[in-house]
């Protein structure tokens, strides 16, 4: 383990390195900034050990390698009607989620008997697995929230989480930002509203809701921390931590490392096809469209947004994920697509199914702007390398995060949905055109190169002394610290 310029007594308790065990939520968009977390406070001679399913901790070992890292299997109990071998979102049907949180939840007793043997100061846990923070009050361990979203969604949110009345709630209610939101462009849609209120209304522990363990996990965490930065967000923190009566703590923007500080330059040695692809495109000209490892376009969304590229006259490169996961995955896309569209595009266009190496394809000289879900992982890498974004929210978080994105960073723009979420190819087509060559983008063009500047001269960890990603993480060391110190 490599020293540090701290001295070891700050990173200890009675000569015992602070024992921390992370808890994330079975997708790999929350396991991966539970890694980067992990690895950073290993870095800071914290003791951690990395809690999930077999399948999973097998897939996170190599990201530990050279850190003493505890990696702490957890079976996921069966249940009816969950395909055996399923240990993450990935490829999971819709229709099969609630069977798959019924599974997680099974891991409690498990959790509980780890957590009775090896007596940590902390759990960090995922605010998805909101039923941790129970478990840990119990064995009187503190317990540290980890939200993997942006402060400005998760404090739209938590003012009616605190103060709720499952009766009183509607969906027009959450399209209005709550009372002293600090912007009043960031809302919810009416589509969005209503998959929203279902969320929170959804009963999931006899007659406790979706809200009542959010309310709750807020009240058994001695803080919460936030993949968010003062930089970007630094109003919508401070709002979060008013309404919910916690310490809210960024720990920064949790991007890989090696992070590129420009676009251009390999990642890896070893080349995909894709990248070989991108080798022979114009500079800044290709749209990379990609909707994360957790949400599926409909056959209606796939075939607007492919004619959408289409019309739009810009080379793209297009990864499109299966809810199945097999050898056939690649033709099941392909059938979904709109006749003759691979042949009407194959001069300008890729459509990959499955996995593709998305750091490598966004930091690449030839990719010009990013069409997003808009998970937050996502959103903070294209803003790193500054490629305008174009947004396509599916749920969740994601449509707040594309009004922050469009309305109050400008960094982007979003597709503009019919009232019932629906999409057409024109609006695809303009929103493409707009991010990518109109002059009427020009300004959202500069703001996302702007912003790639700011986080390369004010964020980014590895770059100089001076990135904050460090500071975030050293005053987060400092918190558990003073947590552990005044229980």
Not at 45 to 65: C, D, G, L, Y
Not at 89 to 94: D, G, I, M, V, Y
Request: with cysteine; hydrophobic share 40%.
């Amino acid at each position: 383990m490599e020293s540090f310029n701290c001295s070891n007594l700050h990173h200890s308790v009675n000569g015992r390195p602070l024992h921390v065990v992370m808890f994330p939520w079975l997708a790999h968009g929350h396991i991966s900034p539970f890694i980067e977390l992990s690895k950073r406070l290993a870095e800071k001679a914290v003791k951690i050990s990395f809690v999930s399913t077999p399948r999973n901790i097998v897939n996170v070992k190599p990201s530990f390698e050279g850190l003493d890292v505890n990696l702490v299997e957890l079976p996921l109990p069966q249940v009816d009607g969950l395909p055996p071998g399923i240990e993450s979102t990935a490829h999971l049907p819709s229709h099969l989620m609630p069977l798959f949180h019924r599974a997680a939840r099974g891991l409690e007793k498990p959790l509980k008997t780890f957590l009775e043997q090896i007596s940590p100061d902390f759990l960090i846990f995922d605010g998805a697995l909101m039923w941790a923070s129970k478990v840990s009050l119990q064995l009187h361990i503190r317990a540290i929230m980890f939200m993997i979203f942006g402060a400005a969604s998760m404090a739209y949110g938590c003012c009616r989480q605190r103060n709720h009345n499952d009766s009183e709630i509607t969906a027009n209610d959450l399209c209005q930002p709550p009372p002293g939101y600090p912007s009043s462009a960031i809302r919810q849609l009416p589509f969005e509203a209503k998959s929203i209120l279902d969320f929170y209304t959804l009963k999931v522990a006899g007659d406790k809701t979706q809200i009542d363990l959010v309310v709750d996990s807020y009240y058994e965490s001695s803080a919460i921390a936030i993949k968010s930065c003062y930089e970007l967000e630094e109003k919508f923190i401070q709002y979060y931590e008013q309404t919910t009566g916690r310490p809210v703590v960024p720990v920064g923007p949790l991007l890989p490392r090696p992070f590129p500080i420009k676009r251009g330059g390999p990642v890896h040695e070893q080349k995909a096809d894709c990248l070989k692809w991108l080798d022979n495109q114009q500079p800044s000209s290709v749209v990379y469209a990609s909707f994360g490892s957790e949400y599926f376009l409909s056959k209606v969304q796939m075939q607007e947004i492919a004619l959408g590229l289409e019309d739009s006259q810009q080379p793209f490169l297009w990864v499109v994920r299966s809810p199945s996961e097999g050898i056939d995955e690649g033709k099941r896309v392909l059938d979904l697509l709109p006749k003759g569209f691979q042949c009407r595009t194959a001069e300008r266009g890729v459509v990959l199914s499955g996995w593709a190496p998305q750091l490598e394809i966004l930091c690449h000289s030839a990719t010009g702007g990013f069409m997003t879900h808009c998970g937050w992982s996502s959103v903070m890498e294209g803003m790193g390398l500054g490629l305008p974004l174009i947004a396509f929210p599916m749920q969740l978080d994601q449509g707040l995060n594309a009004r922050l994105i469009a309305k109050e960073l400008q960094v982007g723009v979003e597709v503009e949905r019919g009232s019932d979420g629906s999409v057409s190819r024109g609006d695809v087509c303009k929103a493409v055109r707009n991010a990518m060559v109109e002059e009427g983008g020009r300004h959202v063009r500069s703001k996302a190169a702007e912003m790639a500047r700011r986080f390369r001269d004010k964020i980014l960890d590895g770059y100089g002394s001076q990135g904050s990603q460090k500071r975030y993480i050293e005053d987060f060391v400092k918190l558990l610290h003073r947590v552990k110190a005044n229980s």
